[in-house]
C-alpha cells in the first residue's frame, strides 16, 4: 500500500480493510463517481458494485465513510454512491455483517433526513436501502424510523414513505411491529399541516393496512398466528377518523385521491359497529369526490368506493335506500361515461365500476333493479346504453334473485321499439345473455325474441355513418343478432320449448322478410332435432295453435323464398333445409319426393354458392319443377287452387320487391296451367294483370311468363284476357262512377301497353304449337303491328323487340316441328332497322340495338329467303350502329352484348345464303373497318370476321365449284399488321382469322390436316400475353407460316401490300409487319430477285420515315438479307462516315455485324491498321501534348459498335488474344492523349480514352467477362482512368480485373508474345499498362503457363530502373507475386528478387509509401515459400526492423508490418525457434492490444498473426483459443477472450509476468485513445487472473497507480475501461 493509502486508511479506520490496493482503488472509483461523463459514472458505479458483491463489507463501509466524512460532496456523485450501496446490498443480504448492516441503517437513515426538506433523489436513494435491508434487519430499521416520531414534531416525509414501503414488500416483518408504528404514527396527524405530508402519511397508513390484509388473508404462512384484523380496530378507526374527518375535505386533489385509496383499504379492517356508523357519511363522501376530481382520478375513487362496499357486504351492513339512489346515480353516471379504450386507467374504472354495481346488488337487489329499469325510459343513448351493460354485467354474475327476473323482463319491454341501433346492440347482448340464464321461459320472453328476429329483418343503411367508429350500422346489427338467434337455438338447450314452434310464425309476415333465412336456419334445426328424437310436438296442430301459418300459407311463402336463394346472405340453403324438415308438416304426400328432391337441390345450392356464373333462370326452372311434381303428388284440384289462391293473396306482400313478384307470378301461371277450375283461371288471369307493376320491367316479365305458362292449358281464356286489356285498361278517360277515379296519363298507358305486347309474345311462344300458327295473325299480330310507329317510349320499344324474338322462335320450324312461311318477316325487320337507325350514334345507353339485332337474327332464319338489298341494308346499319360506340366503362356489357349479337346476326345471315360469294360481300361491309385508327372498330370488326369464318368454315362443303381461296391472299395481307396489334383480343382475332382462312382452303382442297396450320392455336394461346418478346415471337412464327402457305402468283402484290402495313396507325403493328416481311423475304426471298433494288430503294425510305427504334432494327435486318452480297461497297461508305455516328449508320454497322464471316474480315483489316498506325502526334517542345489520330478512333469506334452485337462473340472468342492485346494497348495508349483540335476534321471532339475504354466495354461485354465488367466498374475503373490524377490507380484495378478473364488463360501465351515488344517500346503508358498486366499474370501463375514465367520475370527486372515511378512500382509488385509460380521458378530468382524487395523498403523517392508497402507485401509472400534455410540467418533481423511499423500511423504499414510478422512464424519450428520464441513474447502484448483497434485491417491482419504464432507457443490451448476464435469474419467478444487468455497466459508462462505486465502499461501512452483502452483491460483481466504467489513478482503500486492515472484520462473511453479494469482487482 502506498504512503497516501496509509494515510487515508488511519483517517477512515482500518476494521474492514484488506490493506491491499483494492483499498485505494475502491477509493479512486468512488471519487470517480463524479466523473463528467454519465456513461463512465455508469461503468465506475458497475465497477464499485461488481467488487462490492466480492467484498461488501469493505466497499460499503467506505461509501459509508466516504459519504460521512464528505458532508459538502456534490449531490450527484452522494446520490450514486447510495444506489450503489442499494445494489450491494440486494446482492450480499444474506451475508452481509451484522455491523455493517447496522451501520448502514443508520447511515440511510441520516442521509435521508438529513435535509428537512424533501429532495426527491437523494432521499428516495436512502430510503430504497432501508427497504433493501429490510428482509434482514427490520427490526433495526423500524425502530430507527420511529425514533424519528420525536414529540411534538412532525417525522421527515421520507421517513413515513419508508414505513410505508416496508409495510407493502414485508408483510409478515412489519405486520407485527405495526401496533407501535401506529402509536407512533397516529399521535402525528393532527399535527400534519402540509397537505405533502398529510399525503404520506396517508399513503403509509394505506400500505399498513393492505399489508394487515395480506397477512390476514395468508394467516397459514405469517410468523405469529394469533393477529388478526380486531388487533387494530382501534388504531385503524382513530387513522380514520382523521383522514376521514379532516384530511378528506382538503382542496387539494392529489392528497384527497390518496386518503380515498387509504380510506377504502382501512373501510375493510374497521369493526362492523363503526361501518354501520359511518355508513352514509363515508359513502356520501367519497360519492361526492368524483364531482371534485378529473376523470383520470376516478380510478381510484371507484376502487374505494367498491372496497367500502365491500365492508358492507362483508360485515353484513345495510345502506339506506337513499344513499343506496345516491350510490347508483353515481356508480350508473360512471357506467354510461364513454370508456377510453386507449387509455388503461378509463378501461380498468370501467369494470370496478361494474364490480360495483355486482357487490351492491346483494345488499339492496330491490331497488338496484327498479334503479336501473327506470332508466331505460330515459331518452339520451348513453344512459340506455351504459344501464343495459350493467344490467347484462349483474345478469351474468347471476347477481339478481329469480324472483325479480320477470320484473326486468317486463323493464325491457320499453326498449322493443327502439330506434338506435347502438342501444339495440347492447340489447342484443342483454337479452341473449337472459337466455343463457332461463329468463326467456316467462312470461313476455316471446317478445324478446320477437325483438332479436326483427334486427334479423334490418335492411342496410342508405347512408353510411359519419363515425363508422362509434356508430352501429344495420348491417353489423343485423349479422350480431343472427348469430344470437343461432347461439340460444344450438347452444341453450332449454331455449327450444321457447323457439318451437313459435319461429314458424315469424317466417311468412313481411315485416320479417330479410330475416327469413336467418329464422328458417333455427327452425330448421329445431324441427330436424325434434324430428330425430321423435318428439311429440314435432307435428304440428294448426287447429289449437291458431297463431301459425296454415300449410298452403307456408309453402307459398317458402317456395317464393326459394325462388331467390342467393337473397338474404344465402337464404336459399336454410329455406330448403326447413322445407326438408317440414315436409310432412305441410303436406304428407309431399314427404318422399321432397325426400328425394329437395337434397340434390341442396347439394347444387352449396356447390355453387361462391361462384359467380349464377344462373337464377336455372334455378327458377328447378323450383318450378319442384311445385309441379308437388302438385301432380297432391293430385287434388281443390287443394292447387286453394295453393293458387294463397299465393294471389300474397302478390300485394310483394309490392316493393320486383324479383319475388316476378317469380310469384311464375309459380301462379304454373298453378293455372296444372288446374281445370276455368273459374279459378279467370279470376287469377285478372288478379294477374291487375295487380302487376307497369312501371317495373321485372314484374312485367313474371306476369308475362305467367300468362304463358297459363296458356299452354287455357290459350284462349289468355287470350281472351290480353284482348280485354285494350278496352278496359288502356282509355285513359276514366269511366269510374262520377269520374271520381283517375285518369290514365299517356305514360301509364304505354306501361300498360308494354305488359300487354310482352304478354302476347311469351303467349306466343308457351302456346300449344297446333293451335298458335293459326292464331298468330289474326289475334297476335293484328294487335302487335299498329303499335310499332312512332314509340317513343324506350320500355315500350324494348317489349315490342322481345315479343318479335319470341314470336320469331315460336315460328321457326324447328319448334312447330314443320315448315312455316312468314309473309310478315320482312317488315318486322324493316321495325327493327329503324328503332336501330334511332339510337345514339356514339353511346349505348339502353338495350334496344342488342334485341333489335336478336330479333332480325331470328327472323332472318324463317321463310322466305332474304334478298340481297334488304341484306346489305342490314349489315351497314348493324355494323354503324355497334362499331362507332364509344368503349364507356358504364355501357361495357351492353357494347359486347350488342357485338354479339351483330356477330350472330351476320352467321345467320351466311346460313341462309350459304355460298363463298355471299361471304365476300359481308367481308367488303368490314373491311374498311379492319384499318380504323380507333382500337374499339378494329377489334369489333376483326371479332365479326371471326365469327362468319369459323361459321363458314363449319358449314362449307369440300370440293364445292365456287372455290374463293384464290382471293384469300389479300385478305392475309390485310390481316397480318393486326397480329402484332396493341391490343391482345385483336392480335388473337387476326390470327384466328389467318388460320380459318387456311382451314377454308384446306377444306376446299379436301385435305384432312396440315400440322403447321393446326400449331397455329398455339399462336393464339401465346399471342394473348401482354409480354413484348412474346408478341415478338409470335408474329416471327406467323410470318413464318405465310412464308410457307402464300401462294406463289400471290407473293409479290403480297410483299408490296405488306409494305404499306410498314406506317400502319399502330407503331407496334407496323414493327410486326417489318417481322413478317423479314420471315416471307428469308424464305422465298429467291423468287423476287428482279425486285430486290426497288425493295432496297423503298425499304431506305421506310427508315427515314419511321421513328420507331424497333421497327427501324426489323426494316435493317431485312436490308442485311438483301445486302449480304454487297460488303466491300458497304464498308466503303461506313469508313467515311463523321464522328459519332447517326442512328442509320450505327444500325447499318450492327446489321453487318451479324454476318460471321464479314465480322472475321473486318476485325483483321482493323487491327492491322491499328498496328502501324500512329496513336497520336506530339505538339509543342517546353511542355509537348498528345493529339490523337483519326483513323485509330474510327476504328475504335467502328470497333465498339461491331461488338455491341451478340452475334459478334463467335468471332470475338476466336480472335481473343489478337483483340484482347490490340483493346488494352489502345487504352494504355490513350492514357493523357487529347481529342482532336481540328474542327474540320471527322473526329472533332470525339475522346479518344472513352472510345478505347468504350470499345474494350463492349468486347468485355460481348465475351461476357461480367465478373471482370463487375470488379472493374465496383471500383470505379473506368472512370479512374479517364483522369490523369488516378488514371495510375485505374491501371492497377483494370489490369488485376482483366485477369480474371475466363478466355485469357487459353490465350496467354500468344497475348504475352503480342504484347511484349511494347514493353520496351516509346510509349510510357503503354509500359505502364503491360508492367501492371505481367505483375498480375505473374500473381495468376501465368494463368497456367508456368513456362512463360522465366520470361516475365527478366522482362520486371529490366525495367526496375525505368524513369517512370509507376512502372517500377508494378515491376516490384510482379517481383513479389513471384511467389505464386512456384519453387521451380523462384529458386533460380531468389537472391535477386530478395535484394531487389528489400531495397524496395528503403525507397527514398516514394513519398506515398507505395513502393514500400508492395516491398513489404511482396517479402510477406516469398517469405511463405522460402526454406528455412534461406532466411535463418536473416530472420531475427526482419523482426526487429519491422517492429518499429507496429505502431506506424499509416494503417497500411501497420496492416502489412504485422502480416509479414506472422508469415514468419513459419520459421518459428526449427533451429530458429527459442531466438524466434523471444521474439513472439516481446511482440504478443502489441498483437492482442491491436486485436480491438479501429481500423479492420490491422484487425485482421493481428488475427492472422496469432493463429500463425499460436503453434509455436507450446500451449494447445491458447493455440486452440487463436484457432477457433480469431476467424477472420467473426466478432471477437474482445474482454471475454482476453480474460480466458490471460489465465492461459498466466499458467504456461509464468516467467513472463513481469515482461507481460511491463509491456502492457508502457501502452498507457499510447497516442490511440483505444490502444490505451486496450491496454487497461488487458492489464485488469491479466492482474485480475494473476494467482496470489505470482503477484509478488510484480510492481502492484506501480501498476494500480497506472491505473488510477488513466481514470483520470481525457478519453472517456479510457477511464471507463481503467474503471472496469479496476473491478477485476479485488484481491489486490
Known amino acids: 500500500m502506498s504512503t497516501g493509502g496509509k494515510q487515508w486508511l488511519s483517517e477512515y479506520g482500518s476494521e474492514y480493510s484488506t490493506r491491499g490496493q483494492i483499498d485505494e482503488l475502491v477509493l479512486a472509483l468512488i471519487e470517480s463517481c463524479a466523473d463528467k461523463s454519465e456513461s463512465v459514472r455508469t461503468v465506475v458505479a458497475n465497477s464499485l458494485t461488481s467488487i462490492g458483491k466480492k467484498k461488501p463489507a469493505l466497499v460499503l463501509n467506505f461509501c459509508k465513510v466516504f459519504l460521512e466524512k464528505r458532508t459538502k460532496l456534490d449531490r450527484g456523485h452522494r446520490v450514486l454512491l447510495l444506489v450503489v450501496i442499494k445494489r450491494i446490498v440486494t446482492e450480499t443480504i444474506d451475508t452481509l455483517p451484522s455491523q455493517v448492516g447496522f451501520d448502514l441503517v443508520r447511515l440511510a437513515s441520516s442521509e435521508m433526513t438529513a435535509s428537512k426538506e424533501v429532495i426527491i433523489d437523494w432521499q428516495t436513494a436512502a430510503s430504497e436501502i432501508l427497504v433493501a435491508l429490510g428482509g434482514r434487519f427490520d427490526k433495526e430499521i423500524i425502530a430507527n424510523l420511529l425514533d424519528k416520531f420525536g414529540a411534538g414534531t412532525i417525522p421527515h416525509y421520507f421517513v413515513v414513505q419508508t414505513l410505508g414501503n416496508l409495510a407493502s414488500k414485508n408483510a409478515y416483518c412489519v405486520v407485527p411491529h405495526l401496533k407501535d408504528a401506529f402509536g407512533r404514527l397516529l399521535p402525528m396527524l393532527g399535527m400534519a399541516k402540509s397537505d405533502n405530508m398529510k399525503y404520506i402519511f396517508a399513503y403509509a397508513i394505506n400500505r399498513f393496512c393492505d399489508s394487515i390484509s395480506e397477512y390476514v388473508a395468508n394467516i397459514d404462512k405469517a410468523p405469529d398466528k394469533k393477529i388478526s384484523s380486531s388487533l387494530f380496530f382501534g ?21 384527497r385521491s390518496a386518503v380515498a385509496e387509504a380510506i377504502g383499504q382501512m373501510a375493510l379492517i374497521l369493526p362492523k359497529d363503526k361501518v354501520e356508523e359511518q355508513s352514509t357519511r363515508l359513502i356520501s363522501a367519497i360519492v361526492a369526490l368524483y364531482r371534485k376530481h378529473n376523470p383520470n382520478d376516478h380510478l381510484l375513487i371507484t376502487e374505494c ?171 353489423s346489427l343485423r349479422t350480431m343478432c343472427g348469430n344470437v338467434l343461432q347461439l340460444i337455438t344450438t347452444t341453450v338447450p332449454h331455449m327450444e320449448r321457447v323457439l318451437w314452434p313459435t319461429l314458424l310464425e315469424f317466417i311468412v309476415p313481411m315485416k320479417y322478410n330479410t330475416a327469413a333465412g336467418v329464422v328458417c336456419r333455427s327452425a330448421a334445426f329445431l324441427a330436424e332435432k325434434k324430428q330425430s328424437d321423435n318428439a311429440c310436438d ?173 296458356s299452354y292449358a287455357h290459350l284462349d281464356a289468355v287470350l281472351h284476357k290480353l284482348e280485354d286489356v285494350p278496352k278496359r285498361e288502356m282509355v285513359r278517360k276514366s269511366t269510374g262512377f262520377m269520374g271520381f277515379m283517375k285518369d290514365k296519363t299517356e305514360a301509364d298507358v304505354e306501361r300498360i301497353k308494354s305488359t300487354l305486347i310482352l304478354c302476347y309474345g311469351y303467349v306466343t311462344y308457351y302456346s300449344p304449337v297446333s293451335l298458335i300458327t293459326s292464331r298468330i295473325e289474326l289475334n297476335i299480330l293484328r294487335v302487335i303491328n299498329p303499335q310499332f310507329g312512332n314509340v317513343k317510349d324506350a320500355t315500350v320499344k324494348q317489349n315490342l323487340i322481345r315479343a318479335v324474338i319470341l314470336i320469331g322462335h315460336a315460328m321457326h320450324k324447328d319448334h312447330l316441328k314443320s315448315n312455316f312461311t312468314f309473309n310478315k318477316r320482312d317488315d318486322l325487320i324493316t321495325h327493327m332497322l329503324n328503332y336501330i337507325k334511332a339510337e345514339h350514334g356514339t ?23 332474304l334478298d340481297e338489298n334488304l341484306t346489305g341494308t342490314l349489315v351497314k346499319i348493324c355494323a354503324k350502329s355497334i362499331y362507332c360506340v364509344n368503349a364507356a366503362e358504364p355501357g361495357r356489357e351492353l357494347i359486347e352484348k350488342t357485338l354479339k349479337s351483330f356477330n350472330l346476326l351476320l352467321c345467320e345471315i351466311l346460313e341462309n345464303k350459304n355460298s363463298a360469294k355471299d361471304f365476300f360481300v359481308l367481308y367488303d361491309h368490314l373491311e374498311s373497318w379492319l384499318y380504323s385508327n380507333q382500337d374499339r372498330e378494329r377489334d369489333r370488326s376483326l371479332q365479326s370476321l371471326t365469327a362468319i369464318l369459323e361459321w363458314y368454315l363449319e358449314h362449307i362443303q369440300s ?20 397480329v402484332s396489334d396493341p391490343l ?90 417489318t417481322a413478317i416481311i423479314n420471315a416471307v423475304l428469308q424464305a422465298r426471298a429467291g423468287s423476287l430477285r428482279e425486285e430486290v433494288p426497288q425493295l432496297i430503294q423503298r425499304l431506305h425510305e421506310k427508315l427515314e420515315k419511321v421513328n420507331d427504334d424497333k421497327c427501324t432494327k426489323g426494316i435493317l435486318k431485312s436490308f442485311r438479307v438483301l445486302a449480304s452480297y454487297h460488303l466491300l461497297p458497304v464498308l466503303d461508305v461506313l469508313l467515311d462516315f463523321k464522328l459519332p455516328y447517326d442512328r442509320y449508320v450505327i444500325g447499318f454497322w450492327k446489321t453487318l455485324a451479324e454476318e460471321e464471316e464479314m465480322l472475321g474480315n473486318v476485325c483483321s483489316y482493323f487491327m492491322d491498321v491499328l498496328k502501324k498506325s500512329f496513336p497520336f502526334q506530339e505538339q509543342g517542345r517546353k511542355e509537348p501534348v498528345r493529339i490523337a489520330t483519326e483513323q485509330p478512333i474510327s476504328i475504335t469506334c467502328g470497333f465498339n459498335e461491331l461488338f455491341k452485337v451478340s452475334t459478334a462473340a463467335s468471332i470475338a472468342k476466336q480472335n481473343y488474344a489478337q483483340l484482347f492485346s490490340a483493346l488494352l494497348l489502345r487504352v494504355g495508349t490513350c492514357i493523357k492523349v487529347q481529342q482532336v483540335k481540328e474542327k474540320s476534321s471527322k473526329a472533332f471532339g470525339i475522346n479518344p ?162 513502393i514500400t508497402l508492395e516491398a513489404m507485401s511482396g517479402l510477406s509472400r516469398i517469405i511463405a515459400e522460402l526454406d528455412e534455410t534461406h532466411v535463418r540467418s536473416i530472420l531475427i533481423n526482419i523482426s526487429l526492423k519491422i517492429r518499429p511499423c507496429f505502431e506506424k500511423k499509416e494503417e497500411k504499414v501497420r496492416a502489412s508490418a504485422f502480416m509479414l510478422f506472422g508469415n514468419l512464424s513459419k520459421f518459428g519450428d526449427g533451429p530458429s525457434k527459442v531466438p524466434f520464441l523471444e521474439q513472439i513474447q516481446a511482440n504478443i502484448v502489441s498483437l492482442l492490444l491491436h486485436l480491438n483497434e479501429n481500423d479492420p485491417n490491422v484487425v485482421k491482419a493481428c488475427k492472422f498473426t496469432l493463429r500463425s504464432i499460436g503453434p509455436l507457443l507450446n500451449s494447445s490451448e491458447i493455440d486452440a483459443m487463436f484457432q477457433n476464435y480469431l476467424l477472420d469474419d467473426a466478432a471477437l467478444y474482445y474482454g471475454e477472450f482476453l480474460n480466458n487468455l490471460t489465465r492461459l497466459l498466466i499458467s504456461e508462462y509464468k516467467e513472463k509476468t513481469s515482461l507481460y505486465v511491463t509491456g502492457t502499461t508502457r501502452f498507457f501512452k499510447s497516442e490511440w485513445e483505444e490502444i490505451r483502452a486496450n491496454a487497461a483491460i488487458l492489464i485488469g483481466y491479466y492482474l485480475g487472473n494473476l494467482p496470489s504467489e505470482l503477484r509478488e513478482t510484480i510492481s502492484k503500486e506501480h501498476v494500480c497507480n497506472a491505473l488510477k492515472m488513466l481514470l483520470k484520462d481525457s478519453s472517456s473511453l479510457v477511464r471507463s475501461e481503467s474503471a472496469t479494469a479496476m473491478s477485476l482487482l479485488h484481491e489486490y
Open 235 to 255: 388504531e385503524v378507526s382513530a387513522g380514520y377518523d382523521v383522514l376521514f374527518g379532516v384530511w378528506l375535505q382538503s382542496k387539494d386533489s392529489r392528497l
Open 305 to 475: 368506493l367498491c372496497n367500502i362496499l365491500a365492508a358492507h357486504l362483508q360485515t353484513g351492513c345495510q345502506i339506506t335506500d337513499s344513499l343506496a339512489d345516491n350510490v347508483m346515480a353515481t356508480l350508473h353516471n360512471q357506467a354510461c361515461t364513454l370508456t377510453d379504450f386507449n387509455s388503461a386507467s378509463s378501461v380498468k374504472n370501467h369494470n370496478e365500476v361494474l364490480r360495483c354495481f355486482a357487490v351492491i346488488g346483494p345488499i339492496t337487489s330491490n331497488r338496484l333493479i327498479q334503479f336501473l329499469l327506470n332508466k331505460l325510459d330515459n331518452p339520451n343513448e348513453k344512459i340506455r346504453v351504459g344501464t343495459l351493460n350493467i344490467l347484462k354485467h349483474i345478469i351474468n354474475a347471476s347477481g339478481i334473485p329469480q324472483d325479480k327476473m320477470p320484473l326486468i323482463i317486463s323493464g325491457l319491454k320499453i326498449l322493443l321499439n327502439e330506434a338506435n341501433n347502438k342501444v339495440k346492440q347492447t340489447l342484443a347482448q342483454v337479452i341473449s345473455a337472459m337466455a343463457h340464464h332461463e329468463y326467456l321461459d316467462l312470461e313476455g320472453g316471446q317478445l324478446l325474441i320477437e325483438f332479436i328476429v326483427r334486427q334479423c329483418a334490418l335492411l342496410d343503411s342508405l347512408q353510411k355513418p359519419v363515425k363508422p367508429d362509434s356508430e352501429v350500422s344495420n348491417l
Open 538 to 710: 314435432y307435428c304440428l296442430d294448426y287447429t289449437t295453435q291458431v297463431n301459425l301459418p296454415k300449410p298452403v300459407t307456408l309453402l307459398a311463402r317458402l317456395l317464393v323464398l326459394a325462388g331467390l336463394p342467393k337473397r338474404a346472405n344465402g337464404q336459399g340453403l336454410h329455406v330448403l333445409n326447413f322445407m326438408l324438415t317440414m315436409s310432412s308438416n305441410i303436406n304428407e304426400a309431399f314427404t318422399d319426393m321432397w325426400d328425394n328432391v329437395l337434397p340434390r337441390m341442396i347439394a347444387y345450392l352449396e356447390d355453387n354458392t361462391t361462384g359467380d356464373e349464377w344462373n337464377q333462370k336455372a334455378w327458377e326452372d328447378l323450383v318450378l319443377k319442384l311445385l309441379t311434381k308437388s302438385l301432380e303428388e297432391v293430385e287434388d284440384d281443390n287443394w292447387t287452387c286453394e295453393l293458387g289462391g294463397e299465393m294471389s293473396s300474397h302478390i300485394a306482400m310483394y309490392e316493393t320487391l320486383p324479383e319475388e313478384k316476378n317469380f310469384l307470378y311464375k309459380c301462379i301461371g304454373v298453378i293455372l296451367r296444372k288446374t281445370t277450375n276455368k273459374a279459378f283461371v279467370e279470376k287469377q288471369l285478372n288478379v294477374m294483370f291487375t295487380t302487376v307493376n307497369h312501371s317495373n320491367q321485372t314484374e312485367r316479365e313474371g306476369c308475362a311468363m305467367g300468362m304463358g305458362f297459363a
Open 843 to 865: 353511346a349505348v345507353s339502353t338495350e334496344t340495338r342488342s334485341l333489335a339485332m336478336d330479333a332480325c337474327a331470328t327472323l332472318v332464319k324463317l321463310e322466305p329467303n
Open 959 to 978: 370440293g364445292k365449284k365456287d372455290d374463293p381461296s384464290g382471293k384469300f391472299g389479300a385478305v392475309i395481307a390485310r390481316l397480318a399488321p393486326r
Open 984 to 1073: 391482345a383480343s385483336i392480335r388473337e382475332s387476326a390470327i384466328s382469322c389467318t388460320q380459318l382462312i387456311f382451314l377454308i382452303e384446306m377444306q376446299y382442297k379436301a385435305i384432312d390436316a396440315d400440322e403447321l396450320i393446326e400449331a397455329m392455336d398455339l399462336l393464339i394461346e401465346r399471342c394473348k400475353k401482354e409480354e413484348a418478346t412474346v408478341i415478338t415471337s409470335v408474329v416471327n412464327d406467323y410470318g413464318k407460316v405465310l412464308a410457307k402457305k402464300i401462294r406463289e402468283e400471290e407473293l409479290v402484290e403480297f410483299i408490296y401490300l405488306l409494305l404499306d402495313g410498314l406506317v400502319d396507325h399502330q407503331p407496334q403493328s407496323a414493327l410486326g409487319t
Open 1249 to 1410: 480514352m472513352g472510345t478505347a475504354v468504350e470499345a474494350f466495354r463492349t468486347f468485355l461485354t460481348l465475351t461476357e467477362e461480367f465478373e471482370v465488367l463487375d470488379s472493374i466498374e465496383s471500383s470505379n475503373g473506368w472512370n479512374k482512368i479517364r483522369d490523369e490524377k488516378t488514371c495510375s490507380d485505374a491501371v492497377d484495378i483494370i489490369t488485376s480485373a482483366l485477369c480474371q478473364s475466363i478466355l485469357l488463360k487459353p490465350s496467354i501465351i500468344k497475348v504475352i508474345a503480342y504484347l511484349m515488344p511494347s514493353l520496351n517500346g516509346p510509349y510510357d503508358n503503354q509500359r505502364l499498362v503491360i508492367a501492371a498486366f505481367f505483375a498480375e499474370i505473374i500473381n495468376q501463375r501465368c494463368l497456367g503457363e508456368l513456362g512463360q514465367a522465366d520470361i516475365l520475370i527478366n522482362c520486371l527486372l529490366s525495367r526496375l530502373v525505368d524513369d517512370n515511378l509507376k512502372v517500377r512500382m508494378f515491376c516490384v509488385r510482379g517481383l513479389g507475386n513471384v511467389a505464386s509460380v512456384g519453387r521451380e521458378h523462384f529458386n533460380a530468382y531468389s537472391t535477386t528478387v530478395l535484394s531487389a524487395l528489400m531495397s524496395g523498403i528503403d525507397e527514398k523517392d516514394d513519398s506515398d509509401c507505395d
